[in-house]
């Protein structure tokens, strides 16, 4: 269940969730109800995010 940084960002603001930051390589989304921040490392040159860091992306949403 391999994703880019791309697909994981069309993911969650389809959720409702928005762009907040920018830290280095570290972009930070927000939601207007549901509590927390949602961190996707954006590395430039591999965009393909692990499986295990999907998984924990979606976790921190609340999609899983």
Same mark, same amino acid.
Do not use: C
């Given at each position: 269940? !391999?994703? /880019? =940084? !791309? #697909?994981? *960002?069309? *993911? *969650? %603001?389809? $959720?409702?969730?928005?762009? %907040?930051?920018?830290?280095?390589?570290?972009? #930070?989304? !927000?939601? &207007? =109800?549901?509590? +927390? =921040? =949602? /961190?996707? &490392?954006?590395? +430039?040159?591999? @965009? %393909?995010? $692990?499986?295990?860091?999907? @998984?924990? *992306?979606? @976790? #921190?949403? +609340?999609?899983?």
């Amino acid at each position: 269940m !391999r994703k /880019t =940084v !791309r #697909q994981m *960002i069309e *993911i *969650i %603001v389809s $959720d409702g969730w928005y762009f %907040v930051r920018q830290s280095r390589s570290h972009k #930070q989304f !927000r939601h &207007p =109800v549901k509590k +927390g =921040v =949602v /961190t996707i &490392p954006d590395h +430039g040159k591999s @965009n %393909v995010l $692990d499986h295990f860091v999907v @998984n924990s *992306i979606l @976790n #921190q949403a +609340g999609l899983k």
